[in-house]
């Protein structure tokens, strides 16, 4: 776990030294004169998350030497995270090709499915009520569309 703290930490730090020096100037404009900087805010944040991130990896590398190189995400995680993406692909495909109630059903019972659920009332009632109260909320109650 040890490696997994100085690898995440050691990937936050560049990411957040990039957004303080690249990104953060280059989205977000410079203030009229007289007034505090837009970029104070999201600079201090970076900061704090860069120097966080440092505390991480100089804390986990003392232990590093004696940790046993083993991957810490097992076999069962990565078939998982295989699932949850496979569902998340077909939805996105049955949105761009067919529709978005297609994309939805798709993407509610597909992930039920890949959690292990296996009961078909809730197989077919959970899409359905989540979907038709989604409908019944953007459209009925409130009058606008969802697209």
Request: hydrophobic share 60%.
């Amino acid at each position: 776990m040890q490696q997994t703290n100085v690898i995440s930490g050691a990937v936050l730090t560049i990411f957040g030294i990039a957004m303080m020096m690249w990104f953060i100037p280059a989205q977000i404009e410079e203030g009229p004169e007289g007034m505090m900087s837009p970029r104070l805010v999201p600079q201090m944040m970076m900061g704090a998350i860069t120097l966080l991130s440092i505390a991480l990896v100089l804390t986990n590398l003392r232990g590093l030497a004696q940790a046993e190189h083993r991957s810490p995400i097992s076999h069962a995680e990565l078939v998982s995270l295989a699932k949850h993406a496979a569902v998340f692909a077909i939805a996105v495909t049955l949105f761009l090709l067919g529709s978005p109630l297609l994309a939805g059903v798709a993407l509610i019972g597909g992930m039920l499915l890949a959690l292990g659920e296996r009961r078909p009332l809730v197989l077919i009632g959970m899409p359905a009520l989540i979907l038709l109260g989604t409908w019944l909320l953007f459209y009925k109650v409130l009058g606008t569309a969802i697209v």
